[in-house]
């Protein structure tokens, strides 16, 4: 296959799986090439620990096309986008995500008749759709969420209590297709997390914004002080709420339990959540939260909020919990009793979660299901189920 994916930006923080996906096309002796809609980084991040060097990973020489979005016309940026798809014979555009990518990858489908597929986050679902979304998930071959949630609330299955312009979207059930993140199996742990009955640390990871609701974390530990001296909450990450959250620690007597490392890299942030003994994310609204999966790999219990691809994470009562954001008291109750449980029992659900993310969620099992997707839509047939 010649596949043109078409990105936001070209490497882009964050976005490990996207490198490693090229790089496991080009394996497979699939050529690549990319077509990049901004050359700066989201947020201005080019240059932080962390930005994904594509040379790292054998893919600098992979053609990149890169437009300056924000200087172009859409006319403009079709045109260009589909001058390049025929230069590298594009069998097939594949676009990341439902906003400028997909709205591009329709253009040049419209003007050249290269199908095109979508992979849908979940700002594209839940929260900022396209204006053009009846258009895409009209004339691309394959509409392919990243979890469950986002494709049960793309077609109206599941209601948010306020849903986007274009939601629910009518989508032909013949073309939707999950298609999770996904990590290698070589971050998968051997064995599972250590556990202890003397230092229990709860551990959480991601950006410090309202959106993640930390503090619901905070306030769970505060209410258990006093049943677990051993109790600590390790936070990997930053943000606005930083020094808000600090306060809110201090306040509740728990200061001296609470560390907030600030941003890290991916690869110092997996080191950190080796010392996790229970991962907890308790988010008001997802589409996959790749933390939740890594915490997995390490092998630990998982607490985990109702959003995103955290209900295909946890088998309740057996890996771990899952409860309502928003409910301190559920969150607060789960994490008794994992405390409750005792080592032996942590580890015991620690190496469920190795089993379950594993199977599901591990570049070698996913791989192979985006690839197949990507042939049935070159060729027109089914896709597979």
Known sequence: MNIMYIVQHWPSLFETYMCREVQWMKN????????SLG??????????SGYIDPSALGLDEVPVLRLEAKHLSK??????????????NADLIDAHFAREPAEVACDVHAA???PFTVRMRGGDVHSNTSPKLGSIVD?????????????????GRRKLKSAPNGIPAD????????????LSAKYLSREPAKQSDDVQIVGSIGRLVPLKRFQDIIAAVAGLSREFPGLRLLIIGGGVLEADLLEQARR??????????????????????????IYVQPSELEGFCLTAV??????????????????????????????????????????RSLLSAGANRRREMGSASLEIAGGRFSEENVMPRIESVFQSAISGAALPS
């Open 252 to 277: 509740l007597g728990v200061a001296d339990r609470v560390e907030i490392t600030g941003f890290k890299s991916w690869d110092e942030t997996m080191h950190l959540a080796g010392r996790f003994h």
């Open 139 to 155: 004339r691309a071959s394959a509409i392919c969420p990243v979890s469950q949630f986002l494709a049960d609330v793309l077609v």
């Open 294 to 335: 890594e915490a997995a790999f390490k092998g630990v219990p998982l607490v985990l909020s109702r959003t995103g691809i955290h209900e295909e994470c946890v088998e309740p009562g057996t890996n771990g919990y899952l409860f309502d954001a928003g409910d301190v008291a559920a969150l607060r109750g789960h994490l």
């Open 112 to 114: 050249s008749g290269i």
């Open 75 to 88: 006319d403009e940026m079709a045109g260009e986008a589909n001058s390049f798809a025929r230069r590298h």
């Open 39 to 48: 050359s700066e980084g989201p947020m201005g991040f080019r240059g932080v």
């Open 171 to 182: 989508v032909s059930p013949g073309k939707l297709r999950v298609l999770p993140y996904n």
């Open 28 to 35: 497979r002796g699939h050529k690549v090439a990319v077509v």
